[in-house]
């Protein structure tokens, strides 16, 4: 996702010059037609006067709100904010430090590595404006009444303390232990409760207080028992699973899993998924696998399409304690392929240490589950 793949800020500058030049030309001209009735535009004001790459500087110091109001301020910077050459550099910049994306705000990520000229049709400030978090906060829309009414009937059928399926490789691979770190923290998330069973001895299930009233239940599964999974993490290798059965006869290159039986229980059980992702770079390989054994939870044989789907993607810790950088939330969505899911879902960055992020996105799932938070 860098700058020079995605967006150039000597490609806008030069796009920048050109349109300024141009148009300033055919002001004038248009004015000395008719000097009686001059154009509003044809004479530049001090900020249209400024040398195009100050102009440029200027306005990347400026939040997606302010560059609209000033495309509204006079027929040149309309023009200029609607440059898709603008929004195509400030996706590069931006998007890696977002913080979370959904299933309605996902932006085309592959229409960013298609030159512009071959898709021209493309409108950047649209999809930047519709996937950033800061720009979702300050447009959400009102629920939709039918919206209202899907959340109501799914309230019918939901039992009184949600059920939610946590896994993945971000439980296993990091250093710091999510799990540990949650029930550890009564100050962050209370526990309510630890029933005294196990679910073929990687599992168990914990219940939680959010915001100290709203009780929900997370039940977790780990690829295989305490001993191997720690010895997969220092040896730094992808261990056997007992979650998955690998299919007979699938590709190489594109694996196939199904679910054991007892996890297909657990998945017939739940409102809803946690998948803890690892989000620290240089993880390794095994992305194919991982993917299709993500997909084989959320197969809809097991359950309604309909049940959300959170996606916490992890790091230890930040900071100068940090290891290493973070998969920006957005190329996490697209190596996931969600955007074929037809659950709902969204992604959240997450920091173990800190539990960053976690509430936000556990509060998200409630929400999508049916509770009226």
Not at 83 to 102: N, T
Not at 171 to 186: D, K
């Amino acid at each position: 996702m860098s700058t020079t793949q995605w967006g150039s800020e000597s490609a806008f500058g030069r796009s920048l010059r050109q349109f300024r030049d141009r148009y300033f030309l055919l002001s004038r001209n248009a004015a000395s037609k008719d000097t009686e009735a001059q154009d509003e535009d044809a004479a530049p004001g001090v900020l249209e006067s400024l040398p195009a790459d100050i102009q440029f500087h200027l306005m990347t110091f400026l939040s997606p709100r302010d560059l609209c109001r000033l495309g509204g301020t006079c027929r040149y910077w309309r023009s200029v904010v609607r440059d898709p050459l603008l929004w195509r550099y400030f996706f590069a910049r931006d998007m890696p430090l977002w913080s979370s994306i959904d299933h309605t705000s996902m932006p085309r990520v592959e229409a960013l590595d298609v030159p512009l000229h071959e898709d021209p049709g493309q409108d950047f400030m649209a999809e930047y404006l519709k996937s950033s978090p800061a720009c979702r906060r300050a447009c959400r829309p009102q629920r939709a009444g039918h919206g209202a009414v899907a959340s109501f009937l799914q309230s019918l059928y939901l039992s009184a303390e949600p059920r939610l399926l946590m896994f993945g490789p971000g439980l296993e691979q990091l250093e710091v232990s999510l799990m540990n770190v949650l029930m550890r923290s009564p100050d962050v998330l209370p526990v309510a409760g630890i029933p005294r069973r196990q679910i073929n001895g990687v599992g168990s299930g914990v219940s939680f207080l959010f915001r100290d009233q709203h009780k929900f239940n997370i039940m977790v599964l780990y690829s295989n028992n305490s001993r191997e999974r720690e010895r997969a993490r220092l040896e730094q290798q992808h261990g056997h699973s007992r979650l998955f059965v690998r299919e007979e006869g699938g590709q190489t290159d594109s694996p196939a899993y199904s679910i054991a039986p007892f996890v297909q229980e657990v998945c017939r059980a739940v409102d809803g998924f946690i998948y803890v992702a690892n989000a620290e770079t240089g993880r390794g390989g095994g992305l194919e696998v991982e993917r299709a054994q993500f997909r084989a939870m959320l197969d809809p044989l097991w359950g309604p399409f309909s049940r959300p789907v959170l996606v916490l993607s992890c790091v230890s810790r930040e900071g100068p304690d940090s290891t290493g950088g973070r998969t920006p939330c957005v190329l996490l969505a697209h190596q996931l392929d969600l955007q074929q899911l037809n659950n709902p879902w969204m992604v959240q960055d997450a920091v173990c240490e800190s539990l960053a992020g976690v509430m936000d996105g556990i509060g998200w799932l409630l929400g999508a589950c049916g509770l009226r938070l």
